[in-house]
C-alpha cells in the first residue's frame, strides 16, 4: 500500500517476477494524504480494512476492493501524519494538531494530548 501527495492511496500486489501491479486506486481525500496502514481480516470487515489520513484533518477507511470510503472519521484538525494498529481493533493517529487519537469501533476513545 503507498499513499501520495496525488489525493490518492493504493493498494499493490506482488508479482512472480518481484515487480508490482496495481490492484486498486482509492479516492476521497481533497488534500494529499499522508500515511496509511491495512489492518488484518475482522468479523466486521472479512477482507480487511485500509486506513488513510490526511492533510485534511480526516480519515478515510477503505475495503480493500473499494475505492470509495466506506466511512470518514472526523476529530483531528490538522495534517494527520500517523496510524498505528493497536490490538483489540483499536488504532492511533496522530496529528499536526499536536494530539493523538485512540479509535475504536469508528469512535475516538480517547484523546492524548502533551506534544509541543
Known amino acids: 500500500i503507498s499513499a501520495s501527495r496525488d489525493k490518492t492511496a493504493r493498494l499493490w500486489t506482488p508479482m512472480d517476477d518481484n515487480t508490482y501491479s496495481l ?3 482509492f479516492k476521497g481525500h481533497p488534500k494529499y494524504v499522508s500515511c496509511i ?3 488484518g481480516p475482522t468479523e ?3 477482507s480487511g480494512l ?3 489520513g490526511g492533510q485534511d484533518g480526516k480519515i478515510r477507511g477503505y475495503l ?7 466511512f470518514l472519521l472526523e476529530g483531528h484538525s490538522e495534517n494527520v501524519t500517523s496510524l498505528y ?3 483489540f481493533g483499536t488504532f492511533i493517529s496522530g496529528s499536526w494538531d499536536k494530539t493523538a ?3 475504536f469501533n469508528r469512535k475516538c476513545m480517547m484523546t492524548l ?3 509541543d
Open 113 to 115: 494530548t502533551g506534544h
Open 101 to 103: 487519537k485512540v479509535w
Open 23 to 25: 490492484r486498486k486506486t
Open 85 to 87: 494498529h493497536s490490538k
Open 44 to 46: 466486521e470487515y472479512p
Open 37 to 39: 496502514i491495512s489492518m
Open 64 to 70: 480493500p476492493d473499494v475505492e470509495e470510503p466506506l
Open 50 to 52: 485500509i486506513l488513510t
